[in-house]
């Protein structure tokens, strides 16, 4: 059964990839979604699948692509929107 989560990235993860190295991640995964930068230079993601494949998205968060320097991965579930693909917004 589908679930949602709301993760907040927190470190250097502007301007190193972060949010198209997400998206292929996402992709990858089977997981719908978004994410965008914020103006405080963290990233937020809207993700939606499978707790496994969320889990496994949360897991890879913590490292992020090869230039990213991730401090803290928060998150929390939250409401399903039944979005079909994954995108990134801008804000």
């Known amino acids: 059964m589908p679930i949602a989560f709301e993760i907040t990235i927190k470190g250097k993860v502007?301007?190193?990839f972060y949010r198209a190295s997400t998206r292929d991640k996402a992709t990858e995964l089977g997981?719908?979604?978004w994410c965008m930068n914020?103006?405080?230079?963290?990233?937020?993601?809207?993700?939606?699948?499978?707790r496994v494949d969320l889990n496994a998205l949360l897991l890879?968060?913590?490292?992020?692509?090869?230039?990213?320097?991730?401090?803290?991965?928060l998150h929390r579930e939250t409401e399903l929107k039944n979005y079909s693909g994954f995108r990134i917004r801008r804000a």
């Open 14 to 16: 502007q301007g190193v």
């Open 31 to 33: 997981i719908s979604g």
């Open 38 to 50: 914020l103006d405080n230079g963290d990233v937020l993601i809207h993700a939606e699948g499978e």
């Open 60 to 73: 890879w968060c913590k490292v992020g692509p090869p230039k990213a320097k991730v401090d803290q991965v």
